[in-house]
């Protein structure tokens, strides 16, 4: 005799699908007889409904939320360094934002348009080009530069560089910078270079005299502009 084969046996995924399913219709149906009925009965009968829904929702949830939320926590880095360079040296290297992308941060490239505007660009995840406009703030020759965003780009920046001759020849430099993802695509694009941006900080701050080499031409650190800001910055 030949016997009817037997049912297949559920997966654990669909075994987990189908626990799931009931509870939220239980939930539910405990949330709409709650509803219904008045008095303290109900009222507690739909209570409990809401906490079983929110039991089964919420780890489901949470994780990626979470996800978002550590991604779009603002970053604020303070770091400072001795540069063997003469004060006014370091602060021409500074005073051109296009520079910057030399440090080997985050930054993709940097537009100057040498008017106190620039354009910052940072390339994130799978490519997505970030772009945003930034202002500077405070111009004081061989003494400090700052800079903020602009409108609403996607990324929220500012940052300060101050400049302290040690000597003749060396240079103290201290610099604080802020970044903060505004939206949920600049998060998610941003979320690879944010988790290590301390330390990329933190090294390109350390890079800053490698840098000046690269970029130093002759005579170019003759020509530091005593005040070329003066409708987007304040002196000290």
């Not at 005799?1 to 699908?17: F, I, K, R, W």
């Not at 990324?155 to 610099?175: N, P, W």
């Not at 690269?214 to 800001?229: E, K, N, T, V, W």
Request: no cysteine; net charge positive.
């Amino acid at each position: 005799m030949t016997l009817p084969p037997l049912p297949e046996a559920p997966s654990a995924s669909h075994d987990l699908t189908d626990r799931v399913a009931g509870g939220m219709a239980l939930a539910g149906a405990m949330i709409a007889y709650g509803a219904r009925r008045r008095g303290l009965g109900g009222m507690a009968v739909g209570i409990a409904g809401a906490g079983l829904l929110a039991s089964i929702v919420a780890p489901r949830l949470t994780p990626r939320v979470r996800r978002v939320a550590d991604a779009a926590r603002p970053i604020d880095v303070e770091g400072s360094i001795i540069v063997e360079r003469p004060v006014g040296e370091v602060f021409a290297f500074f005073r051109n934002f296009e520079h910057f992308p030399l440090l080997g941060g985050m930054l993709h490239s940097v537009e100057d348009f040498d008017d106190g505007r620039s354009r910052w660009r940072v390339l994130g995840r799978n490519g997505v080009l970030l772009e945003w406009d930034v202002i500077v703030t405070k111009y004081v020759p061989k003494r400090v530069i700052a800079w903020e965003s602009t409108g609403r780009g996607p990324v929220e920046s500012s940052g300060t560089a101050r400049f302290h001759a040690v000597d003749d020849h060396a240079t103290r430099v201290d610099v604080s910078v802020h970044y903060f993802p505004r939206t949920v695509e600049a998060a998610r694009a941003l979320r690879p270079l944010i988790s290590r941006l301390e330390r990329r900080v933190r090294a390109a701050i350390g890079r800053i005299e490698e840098a000046m080499h690269r970029a130093g031409q002759p005579g170019f650190y003759d020509r530091i502009p005593s005040h070329p800001l003066p409708d987007h910055s304040t002196p000290d």
